[in-house]
């Protein structure tokens, strides 16, 4: 009963505290089998107390009961969907956690510029594609034709984009070497949310930060900016209150943009 949420600004707002649990057919229609099984047998795996945890990589990190949060907070948005389509409410935001733009298809979203794996970026699954497929394929004959995504943050939404770009037929090739011989593997992966018309009906954009981050840094967006540096504030906790200067310049997540990143 209390924070900014609660204050008077936002007291015509009615609060829903009990969010459903997404099913798993809305699941898979933007990520892949094996993938959700991994994270929810990870937490799984967790001992349930509050000091016990597990990492996905070095920024995203797990408790027992992160895959049941992230799999209400998927089913929130798909409720959302719901009451207002019912006109039980005129529109709807769900503060939910946790996020979800970085999980593509197969969680990390793969990057050139990443070659030691990439970020979950603390998310786990993607709320916001699942719900917009839900709309698209669950009120198909309420009307429900389009759907936009627009995606505000500091970090690039490469999660949320890579799902979109599966909305058509794609053909991943992989390399197989052993010492006998060479060779490549070719697979089609298609995920569709309602037809082969998803592709004209569905928009995405995010809007995100670039910019020169100073300390001989070229600009750059985050995910895809590079191995995730681990402070040595780890290992050393006094310099938590004095960084060395690369140890601060490395560690942050924002951007500096336009002139700033000139001076």
């Known amino acids: 009963d209390t924070g900014i949420l609660k204050s008077g600004e936002f007291g015509p707002c009615s609060w829903k505290h009990e969010a459903r649990r997404a099913a798993m057919a809305d699941i898979l229609k933007v990520h892949e089998y094996t993938y959700v099984e991994s994270i929810s047998n990870m937490a799984a795996s967790i001992p349930d107390h509050p000091g016990a945890i597990a990492h996905l990589d070095p920024d995203t990190t797990v408790s027992r009961w992160s895959f049941e949060a992230a799999m209400r907070a998927s089913g929130s948005v ?57 709309a698209r394929s669950m009120y198909r004959h309420e009307g429900i034709r389009k759907v936009a995504i627009i995606d505000f943050d500091v ?56 910019g020169n981050r100073g300390y001989e840094q070229p600009g750059w967006f985050y995910p895809a900016s590079g191995k995730t540096h681990v402070s040595e504030s780890i290992t050393h906790p006094a310099m938590v209150e004095n960084p060395n200067l690369t140890d601060f310049l490395s560690s942050q997540t924002w951007a500096r943009m336009g002139e700033d990143s000139k001076a």
């Not at 970020?119 to 497929?133: D, K, M, P």
């Not at 949320?160 to 006998?180: D, G, N, W, Y």
Request: proline share 7%.
């Open 78 to 134: 798909c409720q959302a969907v719901d009451l207002v389509l019912s006109g039980e409410y005129r529109n709807s935001f769900c503060a939910v956690r946790p996020p979800g733009h970085h999980a593509g298809p197969r969680g990390i979203v793969k990057c050139p510029n990443d070659p030691d794996g990439g970020s979950h970026g603390f998310c786990l699954l993607n709320n916001v594609a699942i719900g917009a497929a839900y």
């Open 155 to 210: 970090h690039h939404g490469n999660g949320t984009e890579e799902i979109i770009r599966q909305l058509v037929p794609v053909t991943e090739k992989t390399s197989i070497r052993t010492p006998f011989a060479f060779g490549e593997m070719s697979s089609c992966n298609y995920r569709p949310w309602l037809d082969e018309t998803d592709i004209q009906n569905v928009f995405f954009a995010s809007t995100h930060g670039y």
